[in-house]
């Protein structure tokens, strides 16, 4: 277990089949945690038995995409605020520290006296934990857009606790993301337009200009048929489609499928591939401040500004 390594000195002790963290801690909630430095992973599944020498006032679990800075995706448990009896299943986030809540459990989880299997499977935005404890288990999902890149795997604990941790295993996901598979040699469509149902009728204007403009676009009222695959075709669209253009207004700023039809090939723009981009298309005056975090910072087009539309038809002409 050479490759592991701990946040602070003294934290962590690393045997050969156990990996044991006591005491210390910084930070409001005396976080410390410790990764697998060997391998660098954007999509799979981590897992441990882990066992809390005191299950009141503490709290432990598995982290992935981490860096040695204090930035990481954490499964795990930790008491709730008026209540110390009780442990709850989180996900959180944390950002060079700077601690992002995302999601809890309704119910308190009951931890075994002995080991509990932690499990975290992750890929692109969607993420998953389970903890089994005895035959109990408690399961918690979230979609987590914020760590984006490829990190390291490991275990966290905080509250300066006690813990022990055995069978820790690290798998990379089967499933190809796009910055594994080739690009096709040619595309069938210019844009994939993405949107919300209540955006349908702008979104439809929208494609029409850009048909006018000799673009072939990628919509779902038009490549949908009664009896198809919807999750199949949008697959196959997106793989098909040179730019991933999510479109923002005011009344619908984003929803579940949209994230799920952009983001994978956003993730893929992180990752070093820019044979497709994400380009965010705002119909009305939508704050851009609103847009999801990941969208913020990217250079976007606003279809109600006439000039930097027709720009925009222009570099689409181009590609």
């Known amino acids: 277990m050479s490759t592991w390594q701990g946040s602070e000195p003294g934290a962590w002790t690393f045997g050969k089949t156990l990996l044991t963290g006591h005491g210390k801690g910084t930070g409001e909630f005396g976080t410390s945690y410790a990764v697998l430095s060997e391998q660098r992973m954007l999509n799979g599944r981590v897992s441990a038995s882990i066992t809390l020498t005191d299950r009141h006032q503490t709290g432990a679990g598995l982290v992935c995409r981490a860096d040695t800075a204090w930035s990481f995706l954490a499964f795990y448990t930790a008491p709730s605020g008026d209540s110390a009896d009780s442990t709850f299943a989180r996900i959180g986030v944390f950002k060079e520290g700077l601690f992002v809540p995302v999601a809890v459990s309704a119910e308190p989880v009951v931890l075994s006296r002995r080991a509990n299997r932690f499990s975290l499977e992750f ?11 005895d035959d109990r288990t408690c399961e918690l999902s979230a979609t987590v857009p914020h760590l984006p890149f490829p990190g390291l795997t490991g275990l966290v604990k905080f509250y300066r606790a006690t813990m022990l941790a055995r069978d820790f295993s690290a798998t990379l996901s089967d499933i190809p993301s796009p910055s594994q598979v080739d690009p096709p040699a040619e595309y069938d469509f210019d844009v994939f337009l993405c949107h919300s149902s209540p955006d349908k ?32 075709a949008i697959e196959k669209g997106l793989s098909r489609s040179r730019f991933v253009l999510p479109c923002f207004s005011i009344d619908q700023r984003d929803s579940g499928w ?32 609103a847009l999801p975090l990941l969208l913020r910072d990217r250079k976007r087009v606003s279809y109600r500004n006439k000039v930097e539309f027709g720009e925009f038809v222009q570099f689409l002409q181009r590609r």
């Open 123 to 133: 890929f692109s935005g969607h993420v998953r934990g389970e903890i089994v404890a």
């Open 258 to 289: 949209m994230r799920a039809e952009y983001q994978a090939i956003l993730n893929a723009q992180f990752s070093g591939d820019e044979t497709r981009r994400v380009i965010p298309v705002l119909l009305d005056d939508v704050d851009p401040g």
């Open 201 to 232: 009728p702008t979104v439809t204007e929208l494609a029409g200009r850009l048909s006018e403009a000799g673009l072939t676009c990628w919509l779902d009222s038009e490549q949908i048929a009664f009896g198809d695959a919807i999750t199949d």
